[in-house]
């Protein structure tokens, strides 16, 4: 196993995020899945400089960008979405996409369930074709029922992952797993060989390590069914806006340019732009919290 990090929550360039992750012992990162933001001949060189490798990258489901969609045009454009993203790791010489099939935020179903579970298998599928010609490992991530109403268990992601191929896998993610498992552990064992990648965050998404849940028996349970992946970092702090703040200095006053999709997409996830010195302390504490249960 090795730590890694995500980078979409917080925008800024890539150069500033990976000399900081590079100080507190991270091996690599999984890139915000927005292709159009990465020149891959420079990512590369950034990537080389730092000794950083590039493990994957998540897809961002926002706006339309939906493999479950009713609209034929709608599925069509989310599947060459999820390709582009593949494309973009496969360049990079990275491992993994963690898929999220359907729009985040998006939680009422727009047809049957027999009619989107076909959308979904059909799409996720020709996904998969790419991917394998790639060299690139497919994840798919189930999140919490508040994010999506269509996969929010380990057994649902398997269900996709069974429907589509055989070496098509699951990634598990520690604040979500939390929230929508009966046993988070017995989850781990269930994906067993199929996990092919694990988010890190403590159950208040925060920095894991700053919350409850029992990274020492997590690690340890992702060694007894042999993961060996990354363990990456996907912290998403709530702000707190109150005179009860434990981090009264969270909130960037300054901030960098950032669209208004992935503005909206941070603080759907109940955060907001975070202040470079707080962001690199919970990056601080995710690594001083697994780097020794990892070993």
């Known amino acids: 196993m090795h730590l890694s990090t995500?980078?979409?929550?917080?925008?800024?360039?890539?150069?500033?995020?990976?000399?900081?992750i590079k100080?507190?012992?991270?091996?690599?990162?999984?890139?915000?899945?927005?292709?159009?933001?990465?020149?891959?001949?420079?990512?590369?060189?950034?990537?080389?400089e730092h000794g950083i490798r590039c493990w994957g990258a998540v897809t961002l489901m926002l706006g339309?960008?939906?493999?479950?969609?009713?609209?034929?045009?709608?599925?069509?454009?989310?599947?060459?979405?999820?390709?582009?993203?593949?494309?973009?790791?496969?360049?990079?010489?990275?491992?993994v996409l963690t898929l999220v099939p359907a729009t985040v935020g998006k939680v009422v179903p727009d047809a049957t369930p027999e009619e989107e579970w076909k959308w979904v298998v059909d799409a996720t599928k020709e996904c998969f074709a790419h991917a394998k010609s790639r060299g690139v490992k497919i994840a798919v991530e189930p999140l919490n029922r508040f994010e999506t109403y269509l996969f929010n268990r380990c057994a649902q992601a398997l269900a996709l992952a069974d429907a589509v191929d055989p070496e098509c896998g699951v990634c598990l993610?520690?604040?979500?797993?939390?929230?929508?498992?009966?046993?988070?552990?017995?989850?781990?064992?269930?994906?067993?060989?199929?996990?092919?990648?694990?988010?890190?965050?403590?159950?208040?998404?925060?920095?894991?390590?700053?919350?409850?849940?029992?990274?020492?028996?997590?690690v340890g349970t992702l060694k007894e069914v042999g993961y060996d992946g990354a363990l990456t970092n996907e912290f998403v702090a709530p702000v707190d806006r109150t005179p009860a703040a434990m981090f009264p200095d969270m909130v960037e006053k300054n901030p960098v340019d950032i669209s208004p999709e992935q503005l909206k997409f941070i603080e759907d996830h109940g955060s907001s732009l975070l202040s470079e010195e707080f962001y690199s302390d919970q990056m601080r504490i995710t690594?001083?919290?697994?780097?020794?249960?990892?070993?």
């Open 6 to 20: 995500h980078n979409w929550m917080r925008a800024e360039p890539l150069d500033v995020t990976l000399r900081r």
């Open 23 to 48: 100080v507190y012992g991270y091996e690599s990162i999984e890139i915000s899945g927005e292709p159009e933001q990465y020149d891959v001949n420079e990512t590369r060189a950034h990537l080389k």
């Open 64 to 95: 339309e960008r939906n493999l479950a969609a009713k609209d034929e045009g709608q599925r069509a454009m989310s599947v060459q979405y999820v390709k582009d993203v593949i494309t973009m790791i496969s360049e990079l010489d990275g491992e």
């Open 173 to 218: 993610d520690a604040f979500h797993i939390n929230i929508e498992e009966s046993d988070i552990y017995d989850a781990i064992r269930l994906a067993g060989n199929r996990l092919f990648d694990f988010h890190v965050a403590d159950n208040n998404r925060f920095a894991a390590g700053l919350g409850h849940l029992d990274w020492a028996k997590i």
């Open 287 to 295: 690594a001083e919290t697994l780097l020794p249960l990892m070993k």
